[in-house]
């Protein structure tokens, strides 16, 4: 029985992802971002990286058996609110993570294809992109792929370009509930962010372009998606208040090392402390 007396349990996400050791993106950023929103992060690490902050120079993925020991340990210790997937790093580790959550059907599932680095660094090789095509976007309840990995994901053998609607069709018929295609890599005066479900457009979001490039601003979208499902909204008020909190986190962002920008992930309590600041000083 639960202790009447314990503080409230916050939300439970379990996040399956790679080590960045730059703390920009992958595992680093799913746990900064889920604990800035209010939940208790869980972690699987499928991989880790020798990266910086300006790219990957290698990746080595976990054994499968290991993710998922991991993983196996920490659900039959906690009950998980929402799951987040990042990088996995081999077939095998897609084929171990998709039988792991196949026996959880009940809980939200954000997944973030994460088919290579900001700068180009690949990730998934087709072998994979086939894995995650066919053993869990059938189960993801929201996809939030960027428009280059929407079309690699939806495209057929020699096809041209894709028009985005059309990738996110195939992507919720290949059994997504619903799919997020951002427009940071769209030549457009704003950035516009589309939100489909099974009868096409769900919301359009647009927001101003930043100046800078960022480092982890998918894995802080979709692990803020997952953090507003394991709360209780709904996927359309997940996205919209992701996007918001993401936004600000980029806005807020600041440059570690030599390469790209970091989200601020707590810009909330800094400006909190910036505003104290100001008025203990008089400042208006």
């Given at each position: ?8 349990l916050p939300p439970i996400v379990l996040a399956f992802a790679a080590s960045d050791p730059s703390g920009g993106a992958g595992i680093q950023a799913d746990l900064l971002t889920l604990g800035s929103m209010g939940c208790h992060p869980l972690s699987v690490i499928t991989a880790l990286t020798v990266q910086d902050t300006a790219g990957v120079e290698g990746v080595l993925a976990i ?222």
């Open positions: 029985m639960p202790d009447p007396t314990d503080p409230a054994d499968s058996d290991w993710v998922t020991d991991q993983a196996r340990a920490l659900l039959e210790d906690s009950a998980v609110d929402a799951f987040k997937i990042g990088v996995l790093g081999s077939v095998d580790n897609v084929v171990a993570v998709a039988e792991i959550v196949s026996d959880y059907p009940g809980i939200p599932l954000v997944l973030d294809p994460v088919l290579a680095s900001g700068r180009g660094d690949e990730f998934a090789n087709d072998d994979t992109v086939r894995a995650l095509r066919d053993m869990l976007l059938p189960q993801t309840t929201i996809l939030t792929p960027n428009s280059v990995e929407a079309r690699r994901l939806a495209a057929k053998d020699d096809e041209d370009e894709l028009m985005l609607p059309v990738c996110a069709k195939r992507l919720v018929e290949a059994g997504c509930e619903f799919v997020l295609v951002t427009g940071t890599h769209e030549p457009t005066p704003e950035v516009v962010n589309t939100l489909y479900g099974k009868r096409g457009v769900v919301r359009s979001d647009r927001w101003p372009r930043l100046p800078h490039s960022y480092h982890g601003s998918g894995c802080t979208l979709a692990s803020a998606i997952a953090a507003m499902l394991a709360n209780g909204a709904s996927a359309a008020d997940a996205v919209r208040d992701a996007q918001d909190y993401t936004w600000h986190a980029l806005e807020k962002a600041y440059r570690p090392g030599m390469g790209q920008y970091v989200p601020d992930r707590f810009f909330w309590g800094r400006d909190d402390v910036e505003a104290e600041a100001a008025h203990a000083t008089g400042d208006s």
